[in-house]
């Protein structure tokens, strides 16, 4: 059950990465722009790393709460560039109706990802502590 679930942490995550090649913002003519092309990639792809290898190769509950605190940025991240995208280069000001009509069907794959992301972390992170305290209980017991 564990091999299996991290296999599909794994998928997951790469898939959440993949996504950011996708067109995000597109006004069909001019504008286009991916995930990578914004500049708050670095700052997503470190706490994507973090996020990544703290759920994955780590059994402490510290990491899984690190790893999930990495996922929630991420996904705050890119709520924060839904909104202001456009905000120095195009209007000059935070308009979600801009947002809602330039914003291409990847951002919401990927924002989609994210969550679910997120939700997978919860239930790994409930596996992983619910192991932890069946192997404390069984030595306890010996």
């Known amino acids: ?18 996504s ?3 067109t995000w913002f597109s006004d069909g003519d001019l504008i286009t722009l991916r995930g990578v092309d914004l500049h708050i990639f670095i700052v997503w792809l ?10 994955v190769f780590s059994l402490s509950k510290k990491f ?4 999930l605190i990495a996922s929630i940025c991420v996904f705050l991240l890119e709520i924060y560039k839904f909104f202001t995208w456009h ?4 209007t000059g000001y935070i308009s979600l109706t801009f947002s809602l009509d330039m914003t291409s069907f990847g951002f919401y794959l990927s924002l ?14 409930k596996l992983c502590i619910k192991s932890i305290h069946k192997n404390e209980k069984e030595i306890i017991i010996k």
Do not use: A, D, P, Q
């Open 20 to 22: 950011f090649f996708l």
């Open 46 to 55: 470190f706490f994507f790393y973090i996020g990544t290898w703290f759920s």
């Open 112 to 125: 989609f990802i994210c969550f679910s992301n997120i939700i997978l972390k919860i239930i790994w992170m």
């Open 87 to 90: 905000y120095l280069t195009i």
């Open 1 to 18: 059950m564990k091999i299996r679930f991290k296999v599909l942490l794994i998928i997951v995550e790469i898939l959440l990465f993949l």
């Open 64 to 67: 899984h709460i690190i790893s």
